[in-house]
């Protein structure tokens, strides 16, 4: 939950995951390129809020 978002390196085209914002402290919405980034990617909203 501590990372920054990153959208991966596979491309443009993306994947609606979510990520803890640490400034924010909230769950958002982006898009992952499909492969790549970190492990502050969820599924969905309710899982990142679960974990975060």
Known sequence: CGKPMDRGRCGPFGI???????????????????????????????ACEEIC
């Open 16 to 46: 609606r995951r979510y990520y803890f914002d640490l400034e924010r402290q909230a769950c958002r919405r982006f898009r992952y390129s499909g492969c790549g980034g970190n492990a502050n990617r969820f599924m969905t909203k309710k």
